[in-house]
């Protein structure tokens, strides 16, 4: 996506110190981060910065990426979609952790907040 939108698409990524052997369950950041870039930098001329930040803290995992959401009158803006890939990312992560993880959404002054955190395992 770097290559097809150059200057238009700015990633800041925010990784404090982790465990070396600290896993993100598979098909979690691509699909978050791809959302990201669709509904929120394509959509806009300018394009805009996506955040990424991943932290460990009281044996759990954090991440939070946020995204410029583009107001109707950019030309081409995208709907708000079907939620596909949160409730998939919520289904697997309901898989792996049971209740103890959690995928929430927010959109607040022209940005949207997608925040999941889940225990620190050394085995997914």
Do not use: C
């Not at 700015?10 to 669709?38: A, C, F, G, H």
């Not at 300018?46 to 939070?64: H, M």
């Amino acid at each position: 996506e770097g290559l097809r939108l150059g200057d238009r698409l700015e990633m800041d990524w925010q990784v404090d110190d982790v465990p070396k052997q600290l896993r993100v369950p598979l098909l979690t950041l691509q699909p978050l981060l791809e959302n990201s870039i669709y509904h929120g930098i394509q959509p806009l001329p300018e394009g805009g910065k996506i955040t990424l930040r991943l932290w460990y803290q009281d044996e759990r995992v954090y991440v939070e990426i946020t995204n410029p959401v583009p107001d109707s009158s950019h030309s081409g803006s995208t709907t708000e979609g079907n939620r596909m890939a949160l409730n998939n990312i919520r289904s697997r992560l309901e898989v792996l952790y049971g209740s103890s993880a959690s995928l929430t959404t927010l959109e607040e002054d022209n940005r949207f907040v997608t925040s999941l955190s889940y225990p620190y395992a050394l085995d997914v």
